[in-house]
């Protein structure tokens, strides 16, 4: 079957064939046989038709007889402008990877181009192979187009449904950190990301260009940045398209990227384009196999190893100074291109009109409904397909194969590739805790003696990731294992940098962010470590991530990953010299808020709590783990063998820190989950038994905060029965929290206690001041708590009015004492349970 060029189906305009920089890319035109780019651009045009099929259509899925309205959609939904673009570099990768046997993913970018990814799926069988009913025939082609932005279909972005999709794209700006992520300890892989110009205008985008700086040719895989412009985003021309070619090619050279021109100057020549971006292709990846073969060479064939003993071992790191100019791909191409040249008398193809539908009208405007038909016609669809309705063998036998398939790729499905971490047991790392609330020890500083061990044990698939805070969150000690991994110019005075490493920093907690999810969903494990108040600037890609795994979680075919691992610190409480623009732990909040399937929050209270999470949470999958623990010296209050027990109820009264008498009910219950509100929960406790010894007070600490919501909406939630048992049914309830006191007022509205519950937390109070000071701006200190104590239970306020007022007198004491001498009060900093208060 002979394999015409398609006719374009816009005005045709004319001007010369597509070009190519010969000065950028070194070579003017393809070693590729005619032949090969001939089924490159059958392909083109059958993925082509089966974007705007999926837009369009609800039936007859290859014109075997002259279109109908009635054979449209009814709500047309979709983007097409960048679409023919993501189809051209799909093909073209195909062409290469089929060729070298190169593992690939690829990277959407604008992933709001979703019928691209979709199309070439199911051209390449995977999708037929993992949705049965939408088979390799004319019944699956209709149920293919149907389904698409379909009531009970599927997204029209490029979602988990999506086989060989990790970005969903309808946020956009994180494509390239992913494609980062995707390639660190994958040595054998390149990630290509396709950036749209408009998502190149982000924030998160433009930080990403320096992930170069982190990536290592010797134990890495590669990135390949393909900068698609199309020249406009929704109603508006982009910047990056508007910059001369010159300008461009310095900004990216800048930031360490050596720039490929390709342009299509006549979208009418397609096989000129083919021509020029198959050359393009090749010379990078030949570029990047030689960075890469040299930077290897130059190891002497260095990699870490495991040994004997269970540690990690590498060889000498060269130290290399010459840090390589990554190849990458800038093409210009038509928005919309191959679609509609006008529509109602204005330019569509190549202007921001073919963004999203270019025909609009097909339901009331015949007009429109015969372009359609015509455009679907251009692409030539009796020579793409059999007569059952399958891609014909010719065309299909051009795509990889298996596991090549980049629709199929296990890179994509990061479950098929994960290991279990090793992890070291906890217990080896845990501090000895004769008496509860006596010693203090950094739960942050002890945690990184245990991640150190982590990162021994697992030396090419577990990163922590932070913005600049590992020391400053006390993790230092996970140095004595591992160095900062930097591929730029090192100096004499730096500490712990090398060309390799399991920590990963940088000034951008969206690069953290975007880094970590591509390394966890390309089948890794790690964790983000931040300052509680920063990690707000996620807070997006956060969402984005836990909408991903709500839906991940639904499809069988999707394995587990390793869940994302917050790990913040530098919190609220306790700022040191900085003030109330770090004071803020809102981010539980808005963790909350999605779906309980995916999100747990742990507030360890000491260090053999901490790591007892910390375990829990690298072990597990398809979460966001959020942990929140103070990095300064704390109380501990459990052993081992206790902590275990009791992150694994989540939830217990403290014995030791409570006055009850058995077998009664307490007169008032003391809550409190996170470190400072726990201890200074146990101490109003102590304060009250002190002045009171008949009072029954019971201390409760929440470990696990979604403990205290109800068993129907949350897997942890503790049942009505249970939660009675702890807080009572009619006692009141002086709940000491690390967060706004409102969260716990929502997590508890349906309890049968909701109404004797009086949250204390952050109110928004703080500057550069001393802990306790911060707990007193905020009313959590233990005064204020035993005064609460006092005014809750039952006529005791009227009882005990002596006891309040000199409750009220130390209070203001400890405020004095901070404004005189600009520390807190021994009685504070001394305070033991047990010792003299």
Known sequence: MAIEDQTH???????SPSTLDATQTGKAGSGTDEHTLEMVNAWWRAANYLSVGQIYLRDNPLLRRRLASSDVKTRLLGHWGTTPGLNFIYAHLNRLIAGRKQEMLFITGPGHGGPANVANAWLEGTYSEIYSHVGQEEAGLAELFKQFSYPGGVPSHAAPETPGSINEGGELGYSLAHAYGAAFDNPDLIAACVIGDGEAETGPLAGSWHSNAFLDPTHDGAVLPILHLNGYKIANPTVLARMP?????????????????????????????????????????????????????DAGGHHWTVGSDGTAAHDEEPESDDTPAWPMIILRSPKGWTGPGEVDGKPVEGTWRSHQVPLAGIHDDSEHLAQLEQWLQSYKPDELFTNEGALQPEIAAQAPSGDLRMSATPYANGGRILKDLKIPPFKKYAVDVEAPGRERISAMVNLGKWLAAVVELNPNNFRLMGPDETASNRLQEVYTATDKVWEAELHDVDEHLARSGRVMEVLSEHLCQGWLEGYLLTGRHGAFSCYEAFVHIVDSMFNQHAKWLKVHQQLPWRQPIASLNYLLSSHVWQQDHNGFSHQDPGFIDHVVNKKAEVVRVYLPPDANTLLAVADHCLRSRDYVNVIVAGKQPALTWLNPEQALLHCARGIGVWEFASYE???????????????????????????????????????????DLMRLQDEKEHPHGLSHRDFDGLFTTSKPVIFAYHGYPWLIHRLTYRRTNHGNLHVRGYIEEGTTTTPFDMAMLNHIDRYQLAIDAIDQVPALASRQAGLRQRLQDRRLKAWQHTRTHGEDTEEVTGWTLGGDD
């Open 245 to 297: 070619d010159e300008r461009l090619a310095k900004l990216l050279e800048g930031y360490g990227y050596q720039p490929h021109f390709v342009t299509v100057e006549d979208p009418g020549d397609v096989m000129a384009a083919h021509r020029d971006f198959a050359a393009t292709l090749d010379t990078c990846v030949d570029e990047i196999h030689r960075v890469q073969q040299d930077r290897r060479s």
């Open 661 to 703: 008498v058995a077998g009664e009910e307490p007169d008032v219950v003391l809550g409190c989950a996170g470190d400072v509100p726990t201890v200074e929960a146990v101490a109003a406790a102590q304060l009250l038994h002190e002045s009171m010894p008949g009072l029954k007070v019971r201390v409760i600490n929440v470990v």
């Open 9 to 15: 189906a816009g005005n045709g305009s004319g001007g």
